[in-house]
């Protein structure tokens, strides 16, 4: 029961992760691509807030329609993807794959469009992907982590975790999922370590002081 609450919680924070780890420089065409991106977020939270996604991918749909390229193609199946129409969406992703294999971007929307369709296997073949070319990216990072977890794999997601947490050692909320993480597997002397550390950066963390409390009574150096 115990290990089910914390990985309920852990999964929790890692959808909800504060914040974003420091990537590895990208280069300049990784750069431009993130730029796109941004600029369609904005697109597409306005569009939300007025219900009309519909419209982004009618933008995006004209563009591509012009300048057909891996990155229009990319372009519109986020923002098919972000209306609701997954299949419509691969098919670009696919497209963006087939004139620009290196394209990596359109590999991390198709694992989480596989994570989606509960399809792990094929999602971390995906992320494999992504990690050979760009070894230090977070969010394929964060993906795996999550697989692991589902897995019930703790040693494999602490991994990772760690990874994570070297790309941003002041992340709270990595820190939080590794030693929670800890928890799940009973390895409560690493799970006080890191909890340690929470406490320093912020003794009012309700989540934090309850398991910091569960960690010392498991290693009876705290009556219930």
Known sequence: MLRDAILACLLMLLVATAGRPARAADEPWEAAVRKEEAEEDRLLERARRRRTTHTVVTKYASRLSRQPSALNHYLLGRALYYDGKAAEAEKHLRQAL??????????LRMAMLELERKNPTQAQAYLGDVLRQKPREPDALKLLAQIRL???DYDGAIRVLDQLLSLDP???QVRRNLATSYMAKQDWASALRELRVLRGRDADDLAVRWFYAQALYEMGQLKE
């Open 98 to 107: 087939a004139l620009e294999p290196r394209f990596w971007f359109a590999t």
């Open 150 to 152: 589902d897995a019930a």
């Open 170 to 172: 002041g992340n709270l």
